[in-house]
């Protein structure tokens, strides 16, 4: 088993791809095909290389996925290369030897069959933790002592290692657990035979590619497109293709001012589930939706409607991003993207968290004094009213709340107060300093308030379209009007995302 | 007349408990800093374990005022209890004095003066049939960890240990206040917040709305 072991580190810092047997190669040398032992696809990068960037996570044991994990375990070493349709590999600076079947790289970038190498390596983790033992769920702390006692610890570990996540791993082993017949399979496994069989495999030389092409194209745009093409059937998120296709572009634009600000405190998730590291993360949604809400790029009727889905939010930028004369536009939204988080983190938050903790005590009290007999949970709280946990359950189910539904209506309410300083064209709300928390909890638990007595009330549609609609954008208007006439608040308001407003078709 | 003391007490003392929540959850999730300085972990776990004995004084508080105006709604069983002519008049002073008087009674263990509480109330005004054995055994808990933070003797560190491990599984000791920080302040929350949902069923029992 050390043995084996020993092979699977030595993968792990491996640039090359060794075949099984003489492979074909293309006379334009763009394309090599051939078949590989799993052991070469273990580690394969998939993200962000100079050869692309694959747009697909990998999603877990859905259905698909169980059907490889099926065929896998049927029969590995003769059958499943042939019911598997292969994986597909783009590479950078290639250098092949033909005789040592061989083929060395720069860069890789997997762009298809990405689920099922994450398949192949958690078996072969699994296998490597448990060895005769009795398969069992495991922790992320079992896992990361495993790779710390086994692994050598410096910098490609720790970049590639961190993909083994206990969810995930968790998810085969339970798959394992409740069907004997893949669970016995699994037992019987020998690593050393399910390493050595074989998968079909493509590999796509860029160099080769691009320098025939008419448009100037770099590896990185080149790769992407074929990952892009290559996932085009399946289904991937549509967060994930716009993160990964727009990027540099988000980076150097839309992001520019959160990245300062910030500086990696918080780490930018352009696909969803791609930060594994413990560290904070922020996907690229949250931080362009409540820009829409804003009214920055749309006419006021369509905020109600674009705030809530994400490819229209998109589209939007994709728009934005692609007309030069939205410059001025753009500055200004890459500062308020980090002045909308900083209200979203250390305003709405901790206020909407306590505010929940407070509804579920309030409407618990209600529940007790039969005050809710009218609502959609009524019949569950007779039989849940000497019971104070399960009680406690019902409520939290509709006091809980999605922040994603609260902070753009939030947004929307306080746009006419944000304003520019004008000594150094930061962003600022018009109010004063020692009262903007209380006017945020204000006008927060108002629109929270509401959000959970339509839910209480029962919905006539889903909860989405209920968040999209001009009434729920209307929730606060009320609290708004008066807070701005109170003097307390000193609010003054202002026209200034009216005048960067474009339009955008 | 009663019947809106009745109201006027809970409401009193649902809201004090209310207020005293928030403030501890404030505390505990460093909302307050928002406004105000910082205050330490043991700052924290400190004011947690005052907020618990203060939550014990409205209990208290709470229930010398509720059974007086209990009796007071009916008056029956209690004169044959403590042997006073049917036809006497009683007033809230009256009761107060005869009940509180002569020496000094802490009516907080609701299981222990279950049978007593029958002997002086009638049943239609005898709210705490309605308490739910959990919402006792709350109470219990509570009083459990008051004891300890007002002798600190080794008899209620042991009675204090078991209710740990009885009912949260913990193996090993902890301070109140300790404790009561845990996981952003969920059995303080939980424990207080009992003392409301006590008052609710009561009031439920009684026939009191709110508003």
Redesign the interface.
């Known amino acids: 088993m050390d043995k084996v072991l020993d092979m699977v580190i030595d993968k792990l810092s491996s640039n090359n791809i060794e075949f099984a047997e003489p492979f074909y190669m293309s006379n334009d040398k763009k394309t090599i095909m051939g078949e590989i032992p799993f052991s070469e696809i273990l580690f394969l990068e998939y993200r962000d290389t100079e050869a692309g960037s694959n747009p697909r996570e990998y999603i877990g044991l859905k259905k698909t996925n169980e059907s490889i994990i099926k065929s896998l375990l049927k029969d590995y070493e003769n059958m499943f290369r042939f019911l598997h349709s292969g994986i597909i590999v783009s590479l950078v600076n290639p250098f092949i030897d033909l005789e040592r079947k061989l083929v060395k790289y720069d860069d890789c970038c997997l762009t298809n069959g990405n689920q099922t190498r994450f398949i192949i390596l958690i078996l072969v983790v699994l296998k490597l933790i448990f060895r005769e033992k009795e398969l069992n769920t495991l922790k992320q702390k079992q896992i990361n002592l495993f790779i710390k006692n086994n692994f050598p610890d410096n910098p490609i570990t720790r970049s590639k290692m961190p993909y083994i996540k206990y969810d995930r791993v968790n998810q085969i082993t339970n798959f394992l657990l409740k069907n004997s017949k893949y669970l016995k399979s699994f037992n019987e496994l020998k690593l050393e035979y399910f390493l050595k069989s074989r998968i079909r495999i493509q590999l796509n030389l860029i160099n080769s590619i691009v320098d025939d092409l008419k448009d100037e194209l770099d590896t990185y745009s080149a790769g992407t497109l074929i990952a892009e093409a290559n996932n085009d059937t399946q289904k991937v998120r549509a967060d994930d293709i716009f993160g990964n296709k727009y990027k540099n572009q988000l980076d150097e634009n839309i992001f520019k001012d959160f990245i300062v600000k910030y500086n990696n405190n918080v780490k930018i998730e352009y696909r969803l589930g791609e930060v594994v590291e413990k560290i904070d993360k922020v996907h690229i949604l949250t931080l362009l939706r409540p820009v829409v809400a804003t009214g920055i790029l749309t006419n006021e009727k369509d905020i109600f409607n674009f705030t809530n889905k994400r490819d229209p939010i998109y589209k939007l930028f994709e728009r934005l991003l692609n007309v030069t004369k939205n410059k001025q536009t753009v500055s200004i939204i890459s500062k308020l993207i980090p002045f909308l988080y900083n209200i979203r983190e ?2 709405v938050k ?2 909407l ?2 505010y929940r ?2 509804l579920i ?1 309030k409407y ?2 209600k529940a ?4 809710l007999e009218n609502s959609i949970i009524s019949k569950d709280i007779i039989e849940a009213r ?3 946990s399960k009680l406690e359950k019902i409520i939290k189910n509709i006091v809980n709340y999605n922040i994603e539904h609260i902070l753009p209506v939030l947004i929307f309410r306080i746009r006419r107060i944000i304003d520019e300083v004008p000594e150094n064209g930061n962003i600022k709300l018009n109010i004063d300093e020692d009262t903007i ?1 209380d006017f945020f909890k204000a006008l927060t638990e108002v629109i929270y308030g509401k959000y959970v007595e339509k839910k209480l009330g029962g919905l006539p549609t889903s909860l989405t379209t209920l968040v999209r609609s001009k009434d729920f954008y209307d929730i606060g208007s009320e609290c708004y009007e008066t807070l701005i006439r109170t003097r307390t608040y000193k609010l003054n308001e202002s026209n200034f995302i009216y005048r960067y407003r474009i339009l955008i078709k | 007349m009663s019947i809106i003391s009745i109201k006027r007490n809970h409401l009193k003392f ?1 809201e004090n408990l ?1 207020k005293l ?2 403030y501890g ?2 505390v505990i ?1 460093e ?1 307050i800093t ?2 105000k300085d910082k205050i330490s972990k043991k700052g924290k776990n400190i004011l947690l374990e005052s907020l618990l004995l203060r939550s014990c004084a409205y209990w208290e508080n709470f229930l010398e005022k509720e059974i007086i105006i209990l009796i007071n709604l009916n008056s029956e069983k209690f004169k044959l209890k403590v042997e006073l002519p049917s036809n006497m008049k009683l007033n809230l002073k009256l009761i107060r004095a005869i009940l509180y008087g002569g020496e000094y009674r802490d009516f907080h263990d609701i299981t222990h003066f279950k049978s007593y509480f029958s002997k002086i109330l009638i049943e239609e005004y005898n709210p705490f049939k309605n308490i ?1 054995g ?2 006792l055994k709350k109470i219990d808990i509570v009083y459990t960890i008051r004891n300890y933070l007002s002798h600190y003797s080794e008899y209620s560190k042991k009675k204090l240990y078991q209710a740990y491990m009885n009912n949260f599984n913990y193996k090993i000791f902890q301070e109140p206040g300790i404790f009561l920080f845990k996981e952003k302040g969920k059995y303080f ?1 939980n424990l207080i ?2 003392f ?2 006590v008052s ?2 009561m ?2 029992f009684l026939g009191v ?2 508003g």
């Open positions: 250390k305003y901790p206020i968290e306590n903790r407070e005590r618990k009290e007790l004094m039969g005050d000497a019971d104070d928390f | 649902e209310n929540i928030k959850l404030e999730t909302n928002v406004k739910t959990e919402q929350e917040h009992n409301v949902l609710v069923n009031k439920s709305k709110d």
